[in-house]
């Protein structure tokens, strides 16, 4: 059974300096938010094995190949499969557990485009 994962089109965020780094700022300086840049766009789905905080992203098994990227995993696969929407301009993540049985992971472009849509499970 297949299952697609979607990820936000877009985020917001909001970025400041460390208290540290304001002290260490001269009086002439300011922090300001650069609110026409505080959206960030989809940029790619990456697949991890194990929670993304630790680093481990997978290479497509058809890493050099025109075809839309796909990843396989073993069936005694030892570790959960994660996947992780990232944005551009941004250090956020939104990031999600898949579920145990997944063997196959591919990702989905909009129409031609190389514009990310979604990534399908089964």
Same mark, same amino acid.
């Given at each position: 059974?297949?299952?697609?994962? *979607?990820?936000?089109?877009?985020?917001?965020?909001?970025?400041?300096?460390?208290? @540290?780094?304001?002290?260490?700022?001269?009086?002439? /300086? +300011?922090?300001? #938010?650069?609110?026409?840049?505080? =959206?960030? $766009?989809?940029?790619?789905?990456? !697949?991890?094995?194990? =929670? #993304?905080?630790?680093?481990?992203?997978? !290479? #497509?098994?058809? +890493?050099?190949? *025109? +075809? +839309?990227?796909? /990843?396989?995993?073993?069936?005694?696969?030892?570790? *959960?499969?994660?996947?992780?929407?990232? %944005? $551009?301009? $941004?250090? !956020? *993540?939104?990031? @999600?557990?898949? #579920?145990?049985? !997944?063997? @196959?992971?591919?990702?989905? %472009?909009?129409?031609?485009? @190389?514009?990310?849509?979604?990534?399908?499970?089964?």
């Amino acid at each position: 059974m297949a299952a697609e994962y *979607r990820c936000l089109n877009s985020i917001e965020t909001q970025q400041t300096l460390s208290a @540290k780094l304001i002290n260490q700022l001269n009086a002439d /300086w +300011e922090a300001m #938010p650069d609110a026409i840049n505080a =959206h960030q $766009s989809l940029e790619n789905i990456q !697949v991890y094995d194990g =929670h #993304p905080r630790e680093g481990a992203a997978l !290479v #497509p098994d058809n +890493e050099d190949s *025109r +075809e +839309e990227p796909f /990843w396989t995993f073993p069936k005694d696969q030892k570790r *959960r499969i994660w996947i992780a929407c990232i %944005y $551009s301009q $941004s250090i !956020v *993540r939104l990031v @999600k557990q898949l #579920p145990e049985a !997944v063997k @196959k992971c591919t990702l989905k %472009y909009r129409g031609k485009s @190389k514009q990310i849509d979604r990534i399908l499970c089964e």
